[in-house]
């Protein structure tokens, strides 16, 4: 246990005022947390002294079970998410249709070239949808979340990484052969691979590169999906009348956006429930017309199943038909929020609901297209209008133009997600993140994060005004983010499952290849508006990079200088005339082991402390509530008076801390605990003269010998996202009028 408690303290290393000491509003426990609390240092184990620091801490008390049991849902439950995935994972993939065929650029088409698309498009969904998300990828969730950080997460369970600049997986050199560890076997290459991993600290290094480039990018992808969408939904309506322009689509796409980000405040359930019918709506609707278009124009288009036409394609197009891959692979944009919107439902229902309803209605839409392109090969341009039958184009422009609104749900749930799971890993800075369900965890929205990615995506539309750049741009990076996914997925099948390595190769070979070919025909996209979600993904790695960095050095900087009970009994004794202050301090800190530098820095320029003193750690756990008698847990610091005490929190729970209750609560734990009546009667004295609430703030600053880059994100990056994110406290119910903050700048 102490090696999964230690696991998941790196979200409580951090500063008091915009430190994870709540593990990202519920994302740190259990599958969330990292380990920035590290039984080794510098790749050296602890020393005797920290392990009695160690003994004082509470990751043994409050840190979730170990072999936590899967929620099982019934069947009629998951049906019920399936239908509610509908319309938060399913938009951007299932409104594809509109975007595909319009994107080829064809010329001169013949039946051949649109069967040999059809059977592209087909056997891509097949293979890098339905087989590797659906089949594989989904499988390799942590506890119930998906998407990169997951997976890193995943793997940081089982891999003990030391290097600083990774999520520290802490374990105890004993715990080696423990079967949770070890997963009990496996090939000699799969046991040498993790070992490899363990030893060199370039190669965890890349991988933690590697999970941050490819959360960045799925970032990026969500404030450009919404601005694509939105933009090709409503452009359908100029076919229909001149007098409608480039600014008024442009101008009509703002508003649509503004009302769906302002629609993500009321959470995913709502969202889902608002957007699912009309996402049903847009499905049936589509097999309506697919099949209609079937029947009338070419029965037998549904041939186009047969792989061989792709190779007749290939070789009777040559490079024209390599340059069409980066238009098809439009078809599956969207595809990786299956994986990234896994904890706002499970993964049967994602599964279903692809399975029954998504993957055969663009089939059969994609098949109606053709069918239609056969007789009217002419009309590719705008080929998913064009198909529609006169008499219903109106009832289906009105529901296409909903269903592209509602396409930008799944990159916008995908963000919110992912910026909880960099949260609870100590990688992003903090922001708030409000749970929407009590009855499922994973559904989260975060306003800060909301506006930010609507005010890029605005800035998008406005910016290019739906120009081709802002076409091009779509789904470029979404292929790097499903090599990032392969990658790691292959990892998690070598190192975790231990796999038979000639299933991982029959895995990772040909969807390396596959990817990797539509990467490289993606890539002549770049210099025509493809850099846009490149620079959106940059700007957010600065961050996420900026803020792991200076997370670090706190860190080190924390480990290197706590104090010892030892210390802290010498600091407190009658030799130093230390001035004990009538009344009760709670000393709100975030460092598990040990004790903070800043409670050292306070005793010496006060040369004052209250004559009880709690030091108190306060910690979000990933359930709905905490039972009121497992909400506080207390210990002794020595013999002067001071004592620990861990509060702890559902995502659900009131953190209210103004009232007598809460005082009086924590002084009830820590009378069970005192040795004799004449200390019990001290903490009842105290309390009846007054208690203050202490609240450390830390700045950092670069010394003068680090490099240029050094200080710069230091004392200018590092120090503006610190100011600028939340603290720690900011949801903590505090009373102001009793409130101290007590600054001290650490020299880095």
């Not at 601005?227 to 508003?255: E, N, Y």
């Not at 024209?320 to 299956?338: H, K, N, R, S």
């Not at 990688?427 to 890029?456: A, D, W």
């Not at 009880?612 to 002794?636: A, C, D, H, S």
């Amino acid at each position: 246990m102490e090696a999964n408690a230690a696991n998941n303290c790196m979200v409580i290393n951090s500063d008091i005022e915009n430190g994870n000491t709540s593990g990202g509003g519920g994302g740190g426990g259990g599958g969330g947390g990292g380990g920035g609390g590290s039984l080794y240092h510098s790749g050296e184990q602890i020393n005797e002294a920290e392990a009695v620091d160690r003994t004082m801490s509470f990751t043994r008390t409050y840190q979730p079970h170990q072999h936590r049991v899967t929620k099982e849902y019934p069947a009629m439950q998951t049906i019920l998410l399936a239908y509610q995935s509908l319309g938060v994972v399913y938009g951007d993939l299932g409104t594809s249709p509109v975007n595909v065929f319009s994107s080829t650029r064809l010329t001169n088409l013949t039946e051949e070239d649109l069967l040999g698309t059809l059977s592209l498009i087909i056997w891509t969904l097949t293979s890098l949808v339905l087989i590797k998300y659906v089949f594989i990828v989904l499988h390799a969730n942590d506890h119930g979340e998906g998407g990169t950080f997951a997976l890193y997460s995943y793997i940081c369970r089982h891999i003990n990484f030391k290097s600083k600049f990774t999520i520290q997986n802490t374990k105890l050199e004993s715990d080696s052969n423990m079967e949770f560890y070890s997963g009990g076997g496996g090939s000699p290459f799969s046991t040498r691979t993790k070992k490899f991993l363990e030893r060199s600290t370039t190669a965890q290094n890349f991988l933690t590169m590697l999970v941050f480039l490819g959360t960045c990018m799925v970032i990026g992808d969500g404030a450009l999906t919404p601005a694509t969408c939105v933009l090709s939904a409503l452009q359908g309506i100029q076919s229909r009348s001149s007098k409608i322009t480039q600014d008024h689509v442009v101008w009509l796409s703002v508003v649509l956006l503004v009302a769906l980000f302002a629609f993500q405040r009321c959470g995913t359930s709502k969202v889902s429930f608002s957007f699912s019918p009309i996402m049903l709506m847009w499905f049936a609707t589509n097999v309506s017309i697919g099949v209609y278009n079937i029947i009338i124009y070419e029965p037998s288009i549904l041939k186009a199943v047969s792989p061989h036409y792709i190779v007749k394609f290939f070789m009777r197009n040559g490079k024209t038909a390599f340059d069409l891959l980066g238009a098809v692979f439009l078809a599956i944009t969207g595809a990786e929020a299956m994986f990234a919107d896994l904890g706002h439902f499970n993964k049967r229902a994602i599964q279903w609901g692809f399975s029954f309803v998504v993957y055969p209605s663009l089939i059969l839409t994609y098949a109606g297209e053709t069918a239609y392109l056969t007789k009217n090969p002419e009309k590719i341009t705008n080929a998913y209008y064009s198909s529609i039958p006169e008499n219903v184009y109106w009832p289906m422009f009105v529901i296409s133009t909903l269903a592209a609104v509602v396409s930008s749900q799944s990159m916008i749930s995908a963000t919110f997600s992912i910026v909880k799971q960099s949260l609870s890993l100590g990688c992003f800075p903090r922001v708030n993140i409000i749970h929407t369900s009590s009855k499922h965890q994973g559904q989260v929205y975060s306003p800060e994060i909301n506006y930010i990615l609507m005010i890029l995506t605005l800035g998008l539309v406005v910016g290019f005004k739906g120009g081709v750049e802002l076409a091009n741009a779509y789904g470029v990076v979404v292929i790097w983010v499903m090599i990032i996914t392969t990658f790691l997925t292959t990892l998690v099948m070598l190192v975790i499952w231990k796999t038979n390595i000639i299933l991982v190769l029959a895995f990772f070979l040909p969807y390396m290849l596959i990817e990797g070919v539509f990467m490289t025909s993606l890539l002549k996209k770049i210099p025509q508006g493809g850099w846009v979600p490149f620079a959106i993904s940059a700007f957010f790695l600065t961050i996420m990079l900026s803020w792991s960095y200076g997370r670090i050095k706190k860190t080190t900087y924390e480990a290197e200088r706590k104090m010892s009970i030892e210390e802290l009994d010498q600091m407190l004794s009658l030799n130093n005339n230390v001035y004990r202050t009538q009344g009760i301090c709670f000393f709100f800190t975030d460092l598990v082991y040990g004790i903070p530098p800043i409670v050292r820095h306070y005793i010496q320029h006060t040369n004052s402390v209250r004559e009880v003193m709690v030091i108190v750690t306060v910690r979000i756990l990933p359930i709905k509530m905490v039972q009121p008698e497992e909400r506080f847990n207390v210990g002794k610091l020595g013999n002067k008076g001071v004592y620990r005490c861990l509060v702890q929190f559902g995502y659900k729970d009131s953190q209210n801390m103004k009232g007598d209750e809460y005082v009086a609560s924590v002084l009830t734990k820590i009378q069970e605990i005192t040795n004799s009546r004449t200390e019990t009667h001290k903490i009842q004295s105290a309390a009846e003269r007054g208690i203050v609430f202490l609240l450390g703030r830390t700045i950092l600053k670069s010394n003068k010998e680090n490099g240029t880059l050094a200080r710069l994100t230091i004392d200018y990056l590092y120090r503006f996202l610190q100011k600028n994110s939340r603290a720690a406290v900011s949801t903590l119910e505090i009373p102001p009028e009793r409130t101290l903050q007590i600054g001290m700048m650490y020299e880095i």
